[in-house]
């Protein structure tokens, strides 16, 4: 004969099982895209934005000197090319801006996620300027006069992982 304790161990047990095997059978049997509260959805009016933080051969980039230092956009732009980015244009910066920091990455909603992974050949230290208007998948790094070098692949990953993963800007929403 089943004590007392057994009993309620086993319908314990028993309820567990049941509401794992519910849990189980909600996750395989949801809708792959249907929108949930809080899982990005967007509301009328937002931008989709980009949030895939996509690997250096598929991000496009122009990279834009905003110092007096000639050749300072060839040398940063080579050193991406080496890091096998798509380097689409260098130069000087086009609207003739003039950085302070260390660098500005200027980048519309298709390519939030590719300047979170550029942020952090900057260790962090780019000024991110989201523009929502920007239709393209190009991200343009302006490099300002405290820039120095372009982190190591191990610093690019502990930036990445200090980052954390990308938000959607204002206006914007998970796409």
Same mark, same amino acid.
């Given at each position: ?8 161990a +086993? !319908? ?10 519910v849990?189980? &059978? +909600?996750?395989?049997n @949801? ?7 809080g $899982?990005?959805? *967007?509301r #009328?009016?937002?931008v989709?934005? %980009? ?6 051969n /598929?991000?496009?980039? %122009?990279?834009? %000197? ?23 244009? @260098? ?6 801006? =003039?950085? =302070? ?5 200027? &980048?519309g909603?298709a /390519?939030?996620?590719?300047?979170h992974?550029?942020?952090a050949?900057?260790? %962090?230290? !780019? ?6 208007e920007?239709? $393209? $998948?190009?991200?343009d ?11 190591? =692949? ?7 992982a200090?980052l954390?993963? #990308? =938000?959607?800007?204002?206006? /914007? *929403?998970?796409?």
């Open positions: 004969m089943l004590s007392f304790a057994r009993v309620r +086993l !319908a314990i047990v028993a309820v567990l099982l049941i509401g794992a095997l849990a189980v &059978y +909600l996750a395989m @949801r809708e792959p895209g249907s929108a949930q509260a $899982d990005g959805a *967007c #009328p009016g937002s989709p934005a %980009n949030l895939d933080l996509p690997a250096a /598929t991000v496009k980039i %122009n990279v834009y %000197n905003a110092t007096g230092q000639v050749g300072l956009a060839s040398q940063v732009g080579e050193d991406f090319a080496n890091r096998n980015f798509d380097l689409q244009q @260098r130069g000087d910066d086009p609207l003739g801006s =003039e950085v =302070e920091g260390v660098a500005v990455l200027r &980048y909603p /390519t939030v996620g590719a300047a992974v550029l942020q050949y900057f260790l %962090n230290d !780019a000024e991110p300027q989201f523009d929502i920007r239709t $393209d $998948d190009v991200v790094v302006v490099i300002g006069v405290q820039f120095r070098q372009l982190a190591t =692949e191990t610093e690019v990953r502990q930036s990445i200090a954390g993963n #990308p =938000e959607p800007p204002p206006g /914007t *929403c998970s796409g």
